[in-house]
């Protein structure tokens, strides 16, 4: 399949067809042209001037789409349909085909699905040729319902259905997230943008195999929300890689997605990895951080990853607290670890306490929810030595051994 893609560039603006053509790649797309128009303002009905469509339309040979680099609306999709011959897309459109092509679950394919219902829904004016009405049969009054009404009420049904199905997943996942919380269980989540080396990054951390996740060098490899048990300093922690996001990422999809992001907000922290290879990595942090706030994510601690020091030779400035690794080459991993256990074990405290056999129980809770540094079992008791939280200890402080 082969495409041209669309650009329009506003004053003061820098921007480059780079990511859009990382987005085609990843959709199995092949760039055959590029057209890039400065502009003031955009055309209400074509997006583009009429020259640069005219122009367009001399350079049409084989190719099988056209593809710009902003989300259209209907009025203009239809108006380039009808003026090119050919399929007008966006770039909203191919971010949701990657996504359909992507989506392994049950909860992904749901909230595609969603996603691409409220994209379709406000299109659908500009997308159908069969605007007629249907004529009223006998026993009917009126002129019938036009073929578009059907359509938009047949997906509005879909949507309803879409969104019940999801409902029921996202209840499982808060179940999940309530059995953790119980747990009491430290959470750490990556975010960052999409190629980031997110999932590299949790592969670092995961010792067996099985653990491992997907990881590719393109975009949004990772659609799947997927949760790890680690360990940080022999602390017992709980990692969750997510999906990446991107700039401009549709709103549709965010909406959708909204359920697995749900993850995010219940992190005790945060990883922000980052491509520091990528010369545009400032606007990539924006573009989470934004994505972050639109979320309600504002208060939970971040540490910025500044991943794949391997590609990279020129020193950027830092945003504290922060670390520069090589996820790949596992390289800065200690440091990395030493700075998630200052932001999350810094109240930790040791305790020794001697547990009489008849508290049995109290000693394997300490066991499954402390890191146990040394234990005994002695004449009348066990003995164990370990590293919590003074509220994790403070039921069990008659075990506190006196010195």
């Known amino acids: 399949m082969k495409a041209i893609l669309v650009q329009v560039q506003f004053q003061n ?20 042209q590029e057209f890039i128009q400065k502009r003031e303002k955009i055309d209400v009905s074509t997006y583009i001037g009429k020259g640069k469509v005219q122009e367009i339309k001399r350079n049409i040979t084989d190719q099988d789409m ?18 090119l011959g050919i399929e007008v897309t966006d770039r909203t459109d191919l971010i949701l085909r990657i996504f359909d092509q992507r ?20 299109r659908l004016i500009g997308m159908q040729e069969h605007l007629s009405h249907q004529q009223g049969g006998s026993g009917f009054r009126g002129r019938g319902e036009k073929q578009i009404e059907l359509d938009r009420r047949l997906i509005s049904r879909k949507l309803t259905k879409a969104k019940k199905e999801l409902a029921n997943t996202v209840k499982q996942r808060q179940t999940q997230r309530q059995r953790r919380k119980q747990n009491d269980m430290p959470v750490i989540a990556l975010v960052g943008y999409t190629n980031s080396g997110k999932s590299t990054l949790m592969n670092a951390f995961c010792l067996e195999d099985k653990q491992k996740v997907l990881q590719q060098d393109m975009l949004f490899a ?45 992190a005790d922290l945060l990883l ?21 706030r639109s979320l309600g994510v504002v208060d939970t601690p971040v540490i910025y990853v500044y991943n794949k020091i391997d590609l990279n030779r020129v020193w950027f400035p830092p945003q504290e607290p922060c670390v520069y690794i090589s996820a790949k080459d596992k390289k800065g991993l200690d440091e990395l670890e030493n700075e998630i256990s200052h932001i999350l074990f810094k109240d930790y405290e ?9 508290d049995g129980e109290v000693f394997n809770y300490l066991h499954h929810h402390c890191l146990v540094v040394e234990f005994k079992y002695l004449q009348e008791s066990i003995y164990i030595k370990v590293e919590a939280k003074r509220k994790e200890i403070q039921p069990y402080r008659q075990y506190i051994s006196k010195h």
Do not use: W
């Open 66 to 83: 056209i593809i710009f680099d902003d989300e259209l609306s209907p009025l203009q999709i239809r108006n380039l349909t009808d003026i």
């Open 103 to 122: 989506a392994k679950t049950k909860e992904a394919k749901l909230q595609i699905e969603i996603a691409r219902y409220l994209y379709l829904l406000p």
């Open 272 to 292: 922000h990895v980052i491509d520091i290879s990528q010369p545009n990595y400032m606007q990539h942090i924006n573009t989470t951080n934004e994505v972050l």
């Open 13 to 32: 603006e820098e921007k480059s067809l780079v990511e859009l053509e990382a987005l085609c790649q990843a959709c199995h797309i092949d760039v055959d």
């Open 350 to 358: 040791v305790y020794e306490l001697n547990i009489p056999y008849e």
């Open 222 to 266: 990772t659609l799947q929300t997927a949760t790890r048990h680690i360990s940080i300093h022999h602390h017992p922690c709980l990692l969750t890689d997510t999906v990446g996001f991107i700039d401009r990422l549709p709103h549709h999809l965010v909406q959708a997605f909204r359920s697995t992001l749900e993850e995010v907000k219940e």
